[in-house]
């Protein structure tokens, strides 16, 4: 059955998720995410691409992008490049990534906004750290004036209105999701860990961050 087409966005942005074959692990030790972000760097500034936000987990990535019609051009370098090294590095040969991307189209400032709260989220809702703040390989604390050149933040600060309205809206809704995480598991937090499909739908309920965002559309 044929694939159906990518939908364009006229804002040019997206939201794109990158997961490995079979979940398996990709991010084993620091040279893994150094080399990745050293790859993502060098695709963004050859295809033009802006980066609003990023998250590197140890088996997905999650980018908040905007691209003028070359992001298939963009994702089949960027994984491409890592993969060839990669498979080098551990003497593997083979698919890293799951062959199609997903990409959704960012249209409204409501579904821009809800984007960043979600993937700089993401560590915490799979329990690898209690706020966005103590993730390293994510973009939330370019927000905060950590120098981050691989990340433009003043287009979400010129969105929210100003740098303080974003980073209210962000404490906020991170508050909001806190309460969320904390008071729908009964294990303990140092050994809870849930996956990307429970973390969405806690999100929802907090954010109503439309259905086609179900990660088992993936």
Known sequence: MPRKPRL???SGIYHVILRSVNQQLIFEDLSDYQKF?????????????????????????HLLIKSNNNLASFFQSLGSRFV????????????????????????????????????????????????????YWSSYNAYY????????????????????????????KNKELDSIYESSYDVPKTIRHITDEDAL?????????PSTFEIHNI
């Open 8 to 10: 364009i966005s006229p």
């Open 37 to 61: 972000i050293y790859i993502l760097s060098d695709c963004k500034n050859k295809y033009g691409i802006d980066i609003y936000a990023y998250c590197i987990m140890d088996n997905h990535i």
């Open 84 to 135: 060839r090294w990669y498979n080098d590095k551990y003497n593997r040969f083979g698919h890293l990534f799951q062959e199609r991307y997903f990409s959704r189209i960012v249209e409204t400032k409501e579904y821009f906004m809800n984007t960043l709260i979600y993937i700089h989220n993401n560590p915490v809702a799979a329990k690898t750290c209690r706020f966005p703040s103590e993730y």
């Open 145 to 172: 004036g950590q120098t981050n050149k691989l990340v433009d933040i003043n287009f979400s600060y010129e969105l929210a209105g100003s740098k303080e309205a974003l980073l209210q809206y962000f404490a906020q």
């Open 201 to 209: 739908e806690i999100f929802k309920e907090t954010t109503n961050l």
